[in-house]
C-alpha cells in the first residue's frame, strides 16, 4: 500500500519569509512519481511539480524550490520569501498507476 | 484554452437517491480522473478512465460508477445516496494519465441530507 504523510496541517507566516512543507512517502514499488498540488480557497487544484522516483536532482522554480531524497523518501517543497498568494493548501501525492494524496497542509501568509 | 468544466457545481440531495455528475476535460486530453474530498479522509482517488475504458480504480463501493465517452466527457454516478457521501468530488483531467500532470476542474459540492 502507497502512503503520504504530511505532518503539518497548518503553518502560519509572516509575509517574506521562507516556509518549508514536508512530505514523507512509503511504497514498495520501484518506478513511482512524486507531486505537488496547491490548491488556493477558490479550490481547484493546481499542478505545481512531478518528479520521477529516479530522478533525484532537486529543482528550483522562482520562488519554489524542492528537495527530493529517496533515503528518507521525503519530497519537501520550499517557498522562499513567501507572499500572501502562497496561501493556500498543498498536498504532497504518488503514484505509478494511481495517486495518493497526503492530507494537505494550510498555509497562512499574513501581511 | 477552456479548463475542465463540472456541473453541476453544486447539488443537494437526499438519502437513497442517485446522482450524476459531469465533467468535460481539456480538449485533447484523454485520460479523465475522479476524486473525492472530504475534511476527514482528505482527497481520494476514486476512477480513471481512458479511451471509454476504467483504467484504475479506488477502494470504493461499487455504488460508485462512471463512464467516459467518445468525446472523453466523463460522468460519474452515485446510486443510494448516504450521508457521508457528502464531499467535493473533483474531476482532473490529463494528455496521458493521472500519473501525469494533471488539471482539476473547479468540483461539483453535493451535500446529502
Known amino acids: 500500500a502507497q502512503k503520504v504523510t504530511q505532518a503539518q496541517t497548518e503553518i502560519s507566516v509572516v509575509e517574506k519569509e521562507d516556509v518549508t512543507l514536508d512530505c514523507v512517502y512509503e511504497?514498495?514499488?520501484?518506478?513511482?512519481?512524486l507531486f505537488w498540488y496547491k490548491q488556493p480557497p477558490s479550490g481547484e487544484l493546481v499542478f505545481l511539480i512531478r518528479r520521477n522516483s529516479f530522478d533525484e536532482q532537486n529543482e528550483i522554480s522562482g520562488r519554489y524550490s524542492w528537495n527530493f531524497q529517496k533515503s528518507t523518501s521525503s519530497f519537501n517543497f520550499t517557498i522562499t520569501a513567501s507572499q500572501v498568494v502562497d496561501s493556500a493548501v498543498y498536498f504532497c501525492?504518488?503514484?505509478?498507476?494511481?495517486?495518493?494524496f497526503g492530507k494537505g497542509i494550510t498555509l497562512s501568509v499574513r501581511p | 484554452k477552456a479548463g475542465v468544466t463540472q456541473t453541476p457545481r453544486y447539488l443537494i440531495k437526499t438519502r437513497g437517491q442517485q446522482v450524476t455528475l459531469s465533467c468535460s476535460p481539456i480538449?485533447?486530453?484523454?485520460?479523465v480522473s475522479w476524486y473525492q474530498q472530504t475534511p476527514g479522509q482528505g482527497l481520494q482517488f476514486l476512477f480513471e478512465y481512458f479511451s471509454e475504458t476504467q483504467r484504475n480504480k479506488g477502494n470504493f463501493p461499487g455504488r460508485f460508477s462512471g463512464r467516459q465517452f467518445s468525446n472523453s466527457r466523463s460522468e460519474m454516478n452515485v446510486s443510494t445516496l448516504e450521508l457521508g457521501d457528502s464531499a467535493l468530488y473533483l474531476c482532473?483531467?490529463?494528455?496521458?494519465?493521472?500519473?501525469?500532470?494533471?488539471?482539476f476542474g473547479p468540483g461539483t459540492r453535493l451535500t446529502v441530507l
Open positions: 480538449s485533447g486530453h484523454r485520460s
Open positions: 511504497t514498495r514499488d520501484t518506478t513511482y512519481y
Open positions: 501525492a504518488l503514484g505509478n498507476s494511481k495517486l495518493t
Open positions: 482532473a483531467s490529463s494528455f496521458r494519465d493521472s500519473v501525469f500532470e494533471q488539471f
